[in-house]
Every structure is written in C-alpha cells, then in structure tokens.
C-alpha cells in the first residue's frame, strides 16, 4: 500500500481554495534542468498522461537503477507523487519553495526540507480520519 505527497498552497491538501495553477507548474518546469514534462520525455510510452502537467525527475539519484520513473502529477491545484522516497521528498522541498508553497502528506503531515515532518516519522500531531474518536 502505498501513500501520496502533495506540494500544496492549501490549508490541506484536499481544500478547494488557492491551487497552484497548471501555468505556473510548466513555467517552473521550464526553468527547472532537473524535470522534463512527460510529452517531451521519449522514455515514456506516447499514450501516457500526454499534456495535462505531469512531469518526470530526471535527476533522481537512483534513476539509472530504476525502470520506472519518479512521476510528479498535476493534479487539483496540487502537484502529486505516488508513495516518495526520502530523495523525491527533499526534491518536493526544493519545487515547494520556488511555489511558495509546502510539502504535505495523505494525513496532513507536513515534510521539511531534510524530507522528514517535523517529528522525524510520516504522521504529524494531526489525527488522521481513522483516529477521530480517540483523544
């Protein structure tokens, strides 16, 4: 089972208020070396999200080990990575920042730039939905 990070101006990633908008993630892309939008990326096949903001980390450390590449999706006013690794965290930082804008996960925790939240695991002091009844 894996989870989603979310670079994010909302309050929680899930709100509807103050996206971050599809322009402006192909313009940081553009003036980012380290990321390719995935129509330009002839790795990929052809059918596969073609034009719509997703884009690919191309200088992930481990990427000449792996066949799959680390994907950044847009996706709701938010750019989106399926289950990141501590690496793709930090890179999140980094895009976060230039966005003016912050790292956070499924269950509201937010990630710093070392790619950890704020207490070192991968939940915060934010109870997640499962957990509402507790105290």
Not at 41 to 59: H, M, N, Q, S, Y
Not at 103 to 129: P, R
Request: glycine letters at 6%; charged letters at 30%.
């Amino acid at each position: 089972m894996g989870f989603d990070v979310h670079i994010t101006r909302k309050d929680d990633w899930f709100d509807k208020t103050n996206n971050i908008s599809l322009q402006e993630w192909v313009e940081y892309l553009e003036k980012d070396p380290e990321m390719q939008l995935i129509d330009q990326d002839k790795k990929l096949p052809a059918a596969l999200f073609k034009g719509d903001g997703r884009a690919t980390w191309i200088a992930h450390p481990n990427s000449s080990n792996s066949d799959e590449p680390v994907i950044f999706k847009y996706l709701s006013g938010n750019i989106t990575v399926f289950k990141p690794d501590q690496e793709i965290l930090k890179k999140m930082f980094r895009i976060a920042e230039a966005l003016k804008a912050k790292v956070q996960g499924n269950e509201c925790e937010i990630y710093g730039k070392d790619g950890t939240t704020d207490w070192g695991g991968l939940m915060s002091d934010k109870k997640a939905w499962w957990q509402f009844w507790r105290s």
